[in-house]
């Protein structure tokens, strides 16, 4: 098992009005392998929250997270290496302005290994390999990382966290504040290393239509509360997504709308916009 | 990092909330001096009890107050040792000989241990420091065994004029601490700044800009949380990829310390660049003369502050020239 959630809440204290609560008793497993899981949910909904209890950098206020038979829970446990969780479970955080501070992007991406006693030159390595992995070429490795573009930016932050190899990736929003075509380069870019080394990754989105075409799991988060956990297909056929302040994806909603419009009988359930655009011409409209 | 408060504001309707912030921080001011020109235990007394009148009409909670005593408590305490210790004037009252031996240390490291033990639960923590504290005084003072190694002894010696400084001395701390709480607690930053900006605005004479030295007392004053929350996402960002703040070689903690301050400093400039061009994009022009939502106006209140402040003022001023004769 990977982790596992047993009924976790998580308050942030506030001064103004008591308490906030973050999540509240969320349940859920991850497995160590083999995963590619969207987690969904509009702003505020504790997403992030959810995402920091997995690699133990914030612990839940009541309840318990076991990672990797690791068992957080409310207190700080001295028999417990946080470090060596956080090298299992590598969290990329939405900004890379947060993490990123070396002066050349390789020295950067070997932030990450050289804390875990990784050798330089391994670390070196490591850092090289994660570079090609994020499809950015050696030429980039003596550039400074703040002379990046926004997209390069995060594909040197994310690489900061595969160079520390870890088994379970948790990104936190990267497609967000990239063009349509970048989101999808990424995209693909997090399909083939998911495919490549069969990690379980884990994505936080609020892109419908990425989460739609592909993600196999959908994890819905709404006021802190879990309230789905299933199949993308089933999450957009069988339930209601206003009440989770969601949206659906692009092609169900313009294939709703023709079939209202023009009264046709088209299947809406179309994962991309060339699918979209072939069901509608069997449909022999245009 | 979540129990910082700056400015401490809680918000309220009592007296001194409604007294423009001129006359308070005008106020404050020049009471402050006023227990400086006390010079009297009695005297000092007396402004305390004048001070705590002052709560008592403001409806602040002492228990508030206190809580701002809290960080300075230390201070309080090193003051008052150190007056008792040093100040050699009038009747003598106690004078013995500390033996400080071989067996007394580790009697009190022994008392230390069991003081550190009992702290744990974590209940009248402050009791148990005070018993460790006279504990271990009586053990240099009244254990003496024969066939103990004496290694040095030291002569306490107190005086009568060293307890009355002590705590005359700390008592004005304690005035001059609650005098700058009241005003923190009752004032609205964005106020206090506008204060500010209105009384030194005389300087403007001699080329001293108070509006840009209000502006960036409550840019500032604005950004310490924000910057605060940033901080915080830096930690968790580099604790994600195993930067360790707790443990590791001293070389190791330097790197990380390094890996929190560069994106610290990055991201406080972007944020400085964003800000300047919000202001920009709303016509802020700096040194143009501007209209405020809310206007500062005097009323009765400031008034009577005014009239107790200089009534204080001119009676702590007749004491310290001994016009009154007493």
Redesign the interface.
């Known amino acids: 098992m990977g982790i596992r959630f047993n009924e976790v809440s998580h308050k942030y204290s506030s001064f103004s009005d008591g308490n906030l609560s973050a999540i509240y008793q969320v349940s859920l497993k991850i497995k160590a392998k083999d995963e590619f899981i969207a987690l969904v949910g509009h702003t505020g909904s504790g997403k992030t929250t959810l995402a920091k209890h997995m690699n133990a950098l914030i612990f839940p206020t009541e309840g318990n997270v076991e990672i990797f038979n690791k068992i957080i829970t409310k207190k700080r446990n001295r028999d417990i290496k946080y470090n060596e969780i956080r090298k299992k479970v590598g969290l990329v955080f939405q900004f890379p302005e947060y993490q990123l501070f070396e002066e050349t992007v390789l020295k950067d991406i070997m932030f990450g290994p050289l804390n875990f006693h990784i050798s330089k030159e391994e670390a070196r390595n490591l850092a090289i390999n994660a570079l090609k992995l994020v499809g950015l070429d050696e030429s980039y490795s003596n550039r400074n990382p703040y002379n990046l573009s926004g997209g390069e930016k995060k594909r040197v932050s994310i690489a900061g966290i595969l160079a520390m190899d870890p088994d379970i990736l948790v990104l936190d929003e990267p497609t967000s504040g990239l063009d349509p075509a970048g989101k999808r380069v990424l995209m693909e870019l997090f399909k083939d290393i998911h495919k490549r080394t069969n990690k379980t990754i884990i994505i936080i989105t609020h892109d419908m239509d990425l989460v739609y075409e592909y993600f196999s799991r959908a994890v819905v988060m709404n006021e802190g509360e879990l309230v789905y956990d299933g199949s993308p297909e089933s999450l957009f056929k069988e339930h209601d997504l206003s009440k989770n302040h969601l949206d659906y994806p692009n092609t169900i909603k313009v294939l709703t709308h023709l079939n209202k419009t023009l009264k046709l009988n088209l299947n809406v359930y179309q994962k991309t916009a060339i699918d979209a655009l072939k069901e509608i011409e069997k449909a022999g409209i245009l | 990092m979540?129990g910082i408060?700056i400015g401490q504001f809680i918000p309220g309707d009592g007296f001194f909330y409604k007294v423009d912030p001129r006359s308070k921080i005008a106020g404050i001011f020049f009471l402050m001096i006023a227990v400086f020109l006390l010079k009297d235990i009695y005297q000092v007394l007396g402004a305390l009890l004048l001070t705590f009148g002052l709560l008592i009409i403001g409806k602040i909670s002492f228990i508030k107050v206190l809580k701002g005593l809290k960080p300075i408590f230390i201070l309080l305490i090193f003051t008052f040792v150190f007056q008792i210790l040093i100040n050699r004037q009038g009747n003598i009252l106690v004078d013995t000989n500390l033996n400080i031996s071989l067996i007394n240390i580790g009697l009190v490291i022994i008392l230390f241990v069991i003081w550190r033990f009992l702290a744990k639960f974590k209940k009248f923590n402050f009791l148990l420091f005070l018993g460790f504290l006279f504990g271990s005084i009586f053990i240099f003072i009244y254990s003496s065994f024969s066939f103990d190694y004496n290694l040095t002894s030291f002569n306490l010696q107190i005086y009568e004029k060293g307890i009355e400084m002590s705590i005359f001395v700390v008592i004005r701390l304690l005035i001059i601490i609650t005098l700058s709480t009241i005003l923190t607690l009752t004032t609205k930053p964005t106020d206090l700044t506008q204060g500010l900006e209105s009384l030194l605005s005389p300087l403007k004479k001699i080329g001293f800009n108070s509006e840009d030295f209000a502006l960036i007392i409550s840019i500032s004053l604005r950004y310490i949380p924000t910057i605060f929350d940033?901080a915080n996402?830096?930690m968790?960002?580099?604790?994600?990829?195993?930067?360790?703040f707790s443990e590791g070689k001293l070389k190791?903690k330097l790197k990380?310390v390094?890996?929190l301050?560069?994106?610290m400093f990055?991201?406080a400039f972007?944020r400085s660049e964003e800000l300047a061009d919000a202001m920009e994009s709303r016509n802020f022009v700096p040194g143009k003369a501007r209209t405020r939502i809310h206007e500062l106006n005097y009323s009765y209140r400031d008034v009577l502050v005014t009239a107790f402040t200089v009534v204080f003022f001119a009676v702590a001023l007749l004491f310290r020239l001994n016009v009154l004769g007493y």
């Not at chain 2, 968790?236 to 360790?244: E, I, K, P, T, V």
Request: aromatic residues 0%; without cysteine.
């Open positions: 979540n408060i940033e996402k830096i968790q960002a580099q604790a994600s990829r195993g930067a360790d190791e990380q390094i890996s301050l560069i994106p990055i991201i972007m």
